[in-house]
């Protein structure tokens, strides 16, 4: 069995290695992975391990190097579980390697939960898994690369209409041209009547891109951040850049209503201490939000809203999004080092098949 460990400490360091697999224990399951996307998202994993607990999940037994999480579609191969048959393909959340050992347990909603010990404590969202009874390669690659960058998008716009946008005429989304901030800009655009301008912050190699989806209002490159209207503002940080949110606190000041933290793709700038004028940053954490509308809605609600939002945009996902398929767990080095390093075209939604 392969898996591609990340070095703790430089996440663009990495190394696959062949282990041994692990005898089942009794009321175990071995899932096999078929397919598993590789985004920007899985670098905010690697770079928030500690922090937000994302190396929890898959521990290696190795000190200074950890499997980074991956949502994909597995088979299960073998099973000592009588909660689970052999065949059942599950999608979910998984190590970046070849094979899963999970500990079963059926859930009321029809969806699988690991109740392995090491779980317990980590948000329910990522231990759930939910068996696929059709469909085929091509909608395992789309619910991979999009059901949780989208679903995060969702609970975002879910979230600021929640609180009222905090008053803001704009919304200000940080790196626009990642797939969760294209997702926001959408679903911002969707509301009707909308009483806030969106405006999509981006790298100037990926402006055009950014404007030709045509979901915001304005796009600016990070050079242009002295461009924006100083009016009732919240920002939207998909990147984690230290000097861009710098600089927008800067121009804002105490035009900034609300700051909210999401990823750290550019986890190489990252600048935790920072001293910022105007509002704190604050960190938005999804699982949070699915368990305030789970109160708010009941039981299923926020999961059936998520599933027909996510959905509803990939329906336009070629327009926007073009499907690049790797084969084998070799394969995931080298683009796994173009997203941490920030060198991968938003255009490319990236596969890896086993």
């Not at 803001?168 to 655009?189: D, P, R, W």
Request: one cysteine or more; hydrophobic letters at 40%; glycine letters at 10%.
């Amino acid at each position: 069995m392969q898996r591609m460990l990340v070095d703790h400490n430089k996440i663009t360091r990495t190394q696959v290695e062949d282990i041994a697999p692990v005898p089942l224990q009794d009321g175990q399951i071995r899932l096999r992975l078929q397919s598993f996307a590789l985004t920007a998202n899985n670098v905010t994993y690697a770079a928030s391990g500690f922090a937000i607990g994302y190396w929890k999940f898959f521990p290696t037994g190795i000190d200074g190097r950890g499997l980074v999480p991956v949502w994909g579609t597995a088979e299960v191969v073998e099973s000592q579980a009588d909660a689970v048959e052999t065949g059942t393909r599950l999608y979910g959340f998984y190590p970046l390697a070849e094979e899963l050992i999970i500990t079963p347990r059926q859930t009321s909603g029809g969806t699988i939960e690991d109740i392995a010990a090491h779980r317990a404590d980590l948000p329910a969202v990522y231990n759930r898994y939910a068996p696929i009874r059709d469909g085929g390669a091509a909608q395992d690659h789309l619910r991979a690369l999009l059901q949780p960058l989208l679903a995060t998008s969702w609970l975002l716009s879910d979230w600021l209409a929640d609180n009222d946008y905090f008053g803001a005429q704009q919304i200000i989304v940080g790196s626009a041209s990642s797939k969760t901030g294209l997702g926001l800009c959408k679903y911002l655009a969707e509301q009707d009547p909308r009483g806030f301008r969106i405006v999509g912050l981006t790298s100037a190699t990926n402006k055009e891109f950014v404007e030709g989806v045509g979901a915001c209002d304005q796009v600016l490159t990070y050079d242009e951040i002295s461009e924006i209207a100083l009016v009732p503002s919240v920002y939207v940080d998909m990147a984690g850049n230290g000097e861009v949110k710098l600089a927008l606190h800067e121009t804002l000041a105490a035009h900034l209503k609300h700051s909210a933290a999401v990823g750290i793709s550019h986890w190489d700038k990252f600048a935790p201490e920072q001293a910022l004028p105007g509002v704190k940053p604050q960190f938005f954490f999804a699982p949070a939000q699915i368990a305030k509308r789970r109160s708010d809605w009941g039981p299923g609600v926020v999961e059936k809203e998520i599933t027909a939002a996510w959905k509803r945009l990939a329906t336009s996902a070629a327009d926007w999004l073009e499907v690049r398929v790797h084969e084998g767990l070799g394969a995931a080095p080298a683009v796994y080092g173009e997203l941490a390093e920030g060198r991968a075209d938003p255009r490319h939604g990236h596969i890896i098949t086993l």
